[in-house]
């Protein structure tokens, strides 16, 4: 293989970043860009960089960048500099290139618990569908209410990876892990307050998940969970 | 009895909500609406279609529905959907229909330790209201001055259920449930600052009561803390 | 009503204790012992002061004074104390008088999510019926089996109060509070590791339940849970 | 599909347990046993539970089913009731029957930073290879030396899993996920003191890793993980 | 006045301690010894010092030394090296020389909520008379029953400060604070269990004390609580 | 005495507040008021209660009367409704009447360990002030700058009650009361970031002081140490 | 030496601060002004004070005088009163006089982990440079691409004293630690979001660093971490 | 220089561990041992592979390998193993071989607030010593008595680099490094109770020490303190 150690194929942005041009090769997804606590200028200078790569001879595809929890205006700023992106305002989303390549591999499937899940869930849906896979997206399936997630008992067993978007108890995750055989990543959310205590609730309990098959990413890391679950689902 | 996981009548606000309009038949109190953390226009769409259910043929009544944590604009955007709901705007309530019905069942008496804890502890009282229970509202009997909530003793011990809303050392909830035979729901307010940690401090107090015949709900949750107390009273 | 600001019949322990003799005509359940913390000599006095107050002449009857968390050592010593007494280990608590009252007012039924949380749901069941309830345990209904607890919905819609035992995830709660109309009380236990937190995990969670109707108790308190659920079903 | 709501194929271990023998059909794996929490006579009704369903008439093959974090005394009771298992003391698990199946799937890599991390990283690989999966377990690659790890590269990049096995600081979960192209399950371990706050320490970090594809379970919870890597290198 | 940080009239215990024997001069009360923590061969050190410094010529009387939080072992230690000391096994202190010296300034008032705060209580009161105030103590007063602290309300407003203990809920500082013209020093214990927190929770109450007039000090910390009402009631 | 639970002169503020107008007979010093958290209604007509309370027949003096915690807005409309009040724009206080009163008792001294800290520590220095005693402030005596403090041991001699006030590491709560005889009351702030966790660090640290003599308010609570110290110094 | 208890050459702002004039003499560096929490008034009031000292007769130089986590306003106030400043937005930072001195000492070499820690990398490059120290500053060497890191070995272990700033899980400074001779100062930032907990989660990261050689500082503190470096680097 | 990445002398543990034999050409430094949390077995294979490598031909020399935290049963396996190692039992430490080297660099010293630190204190002091730095041990100055450390003025400003060892309220870190210029290393402890946190309230106290030049390893991490001190003085 490739020595990951040795061969960085890295970008000059001087004393402002060193994307990471040679992830894909490496582990079959390029870098993304977290635009939030980046400086505009910072964040506009890497876009610029990351066009500026894709259109130089002789590199390989990079595939699609994302840019993840990007403001209103970070966002506009990035689809300045890289023509084509497309930009979810819910899901706080660029992808340049814009169009979802076609889909191969397993199906993903996100299920959230709550309307106030619906930007983390559509955050891991795109990343999802952006990374090669095919996507299917349900909301409001909470337990309060259980035979929402019991009608889709099929969907839930032809999926090669899922995904739960769950605030407040997340409790969802426990309930649909006790019915699938495929792998569920856990998204807890800050929906809720209080005692919610801006996520550390459902993320504590997805991590106690009393069925198994259940693990956990950072509280609203949609970006991360869809990340997941299209590696796990690319042999599906 | 009805068969809770097999007949959803669930409205279709596809890619928004499930509403559980079943809940009111499965459970004997309708699905409420946590205003908080949705986005406009999803808080809108729920609300028309909460209009439309109600006045197509067939359905069974569902009740008054409650918007809680509702902004000052979010409760405007409601109210437009749904002529002749009420709204409060220190409790942050919204219900359609707007009177509360005629009441029922055991009295619920909301007691607050301070001036500040008002809001939650008249979205408690309203919770009670609208579900159906008298209930009183008593305000500022702190024990930092003993005689106010000794001044009540009378009006405790008449009570089916007892709702104790305080922030800071959440003392009053152990005073109380010492002298009163009906149960004593606790909410913990955010109301304090330093180590009252946001109402941490008050919720692990009540937590710990002394006395026994305590149990609490999240920091602020006067509307569950309402509900659960009309649900005590119902037969009471 | 009588004044229980002004007529202690409070027995004389000095130095030792105040046993709060006059709770059972205030509060309409007497007081408890919570033998965990306290020397062997002190608990020795208290029941034996008990013994004596309930010989004495002019008395009302008590009822049945429950001592929780008993040590193996400390409830024989009880039982030594207080012949007829009723000890359950697994439980840890000494009843006395041993028998259970007569059965009245509404059902209370304690469900638990595993094997591990019996000890703190025998102790809510053994509770509500030393209260006077009927009551009904249930174990073993985790969420990860969800046909468990669906097989019981009819069990549930019968009852006048449900005690939830959960560790770890704390699930349960949220799953039952949707299919039930009558209160639900929540015991987040202990059971577990790591990340549940000694039972932080199940009582945030069950805190955050987003089925409303759930109000929550101290981790592993079955004695406060059985408590309140007696005091709930007491007039269902 | 079967309806997984409907046909509980659950054991009568009234009072006990109620063991969900459907879970391999509805699942693909078993129900595995905690050990930890239970009383000794729970424990070994359970494994008698087991050993008679598995030889009655008619019953679907159950598959292995493992008894999880058993102390010396537990694990010796559940092998005198279920003869042929085989127990791990270093992993604290019985599993029964013994012998691994044949594997299928993808490898499931199993990487652990310290010895002292050894149990649960061994707990880990035996849950992977006994749900029927080639494993493989490499120990001691912490990032301190980091020419441990990336001496392995070959070896994570044909891996179709990956579990990491880490306490004090959890770096190794970030530096592994960021060399490979397979899914990472974090396993934080209790491993270090102080700071590390019992595993907090490893847990937040890695569930802040900033390599993505990292997904975490509970701390020290080697089955979880190794379960969660069986399922993904299910088709890989 | 003494310079404080020029004259230390310090004792050798090289590589063992340096006891403040100036801190009487200096403060008006000698060092105290924690026990807890030391090995008992450096315990025996001290305790030796103390007594060689207390009979050598010239120096002034060093006043009453208290060893707190002494194991058994470790008091036996300390009073074969300090003939006339006393021991007080349920405080866990040692004083010596053993007598209280004659009370002088105004009372010290200890009362505490439950019969498990005993030995925390106890230590408060002995810490003040050892310290040279007059000291009453009161047990078990916790505001589940009311009726208990009100019936002292002469002897609060009697004192000329007040220590109140009190583990769980904490309630009874700010009952105390609100009926009482003098200081009020809390001391939360770590009676209690589950979300006590070891303490944590009648810590935070306090600290929120809703009545004006509380200080607090550390979990379980009778002798600092003795200590700083010693030192308010000097001038009672 | 009065029997403080039968004679409350309470102010009707129906809805709003109970003022507790005999507090100042009852404990010696009057009710304050809480300003944050409150509405600006409700604000006024507490204010406006307390002047007509104080202009009416057959009243006992009051005393002063202490708004706390004010917001500019606030401060201004309590100064519109009571004529003659002070307002201290740093500290956030309104007193009224405005000017102090002749002093009596002991000396407090407070003193703050950084400029930042001066707000809470004028809080503190009025609060005593208008509670009656004769106060002195000092300000910015951290201990990196050693000879700061141990240039005032001669003012900290003279002190019947101290104030230390405190951010960050809270050590000169420590310092001070190693050379003080008269008791210390330690007010953590808010001041630092990141691990300071808005004053919970000095809040620990002064909590585990190990000198003794330190007793500790709420972070930030610098009228809860004035009034304290006014408590302590009273008889000084 | 010279004593530091007794000269201090201390300015007079008479109840806004005592600014330590003596530090660099007593400890080698002046000291700082933290700006936040500080009113404009009091800043510049301690801005003119070091103004006028400097230019006074007879004091020995003070050394560059470093304004740090400045506002833009606070920034230009702190100019306006000391000409000749230099003002570094991105690090907040404001240094009097501005030109940095000629370099002494060892190499200083910053290392950060994302563009987004750059502003706190920043602080602490600035600090090292104007306390005397060259100083390097290479940004953007996450774990995630090790590559990045492994091409700076020379540099590495060319410095004498390395400073790791990285938020998310810290893993960096775990990483250079095993590959470095000097000691590695961590700084933990609040970079990310959920379970970093504002920078809790890095910190407890580096706190346990698996790799020997690693001292922590306050999240964000680059100032202290420059200043750090510079004391180790002084003799490198 | 060497490629720390690619020549990795690695001893085969196999299964067991992957010592690090390269580090002290890589950075200065052997490996160390923690003993915690190992296995009888694998603690005395490592013991015998370091052994068995520092006898066999054309290896560089190790340095001296501690073996820290050690329980008296792991020190006497591992002196069995390797002949002529010093065992510490207050230090919990191993070294082998056992004299300490001669020294270089500048002077270490370790200054420790109360007796209870000793045995961190000493593990601090005996790495320094081992790892070739001439070193001094001061204890119990905590600052309740401020002569002790300004005794120590002179010592504390000829060291090169300073550790400071202490529990409770670890204030001694901040007042040593307003004293002195050169860095010091924190080492917070767990010597206290109750608020005390384990250890959490020190290390939170010391990372917001308000003088600067503090850094601050783990709780009770002597060695790492001791390794980093000698690093700092290694060019002293």
Chains 1, 2, 3, 4, 5, 6, 7, 8 share one sequence.
């Not at 079959?28 to 505009?40: D, F, N, Q, R, W």
């Not at 191969?104 to 990343?127: F, H, K, N, Q, Y």
């Amino acid at each position: 293989m490739t020595d990951p150690t040795r061969t960085p194929p890295t970008a000059s942005l001087e004393g402002i970043a060193e994307f990471d041009f040679g992830r894909a090769a490496r582990r079959g997804y390029p870098e993304a860009v977290l635009c939030e606590g980046k400086t505009m200028e910072h964040l506009v200078a890497i876009a610029r960089e990351v066009g500026a790569h894709q259109h130089s001879n002789g590199h390989e595809p990079l595939g699609t960048i994302l840019f993840t929890r990007a403001s209103t205006d970070q966002a506009q700023a990035v689809c300045r500099e890289l023509p084509g992106a497309a930009h979810d305002p819910v899901a706080r989303m660029v992808a340049w290139p814009g169009p979802v390549p076609e889909p191969s591999g397993g199906t993903v499937l996100v299920l959230c618990a709550g309307t106030a899940d619906i930007p983390v869930a559509r955050e891991a849906w795109l990343t999802a569908r952006h990374l090669g896979r095919p996507a299917e997206l349900v909301v409001d399936v909470g337990v309060a209410g259980l035979h929402r997630v019991l009608a889709r008992v099929d969907q839930i067993a032809a999926a090669s990876a899922i995904v739960v978007v769950a605030g407040m108890d997340g409790a969802l995750a426990s309930v649909v892990a006790g019915l699938a055989s495929a792998p569920v990543v856990g998204v807890p959310t800050s929906v809720g307050y209080g005692a919610a205590l801006d996520g550390l609730a459902p993320l504590l309990s997805m991590l106690n998940a009393c069925a198994p098959g259940v693990a956990v990413v950072n509280i609203d890391n949609g970006y991360g969970a869809g990340h997941l679950a299209a590696q796990i689902a690319a042999t599906g």
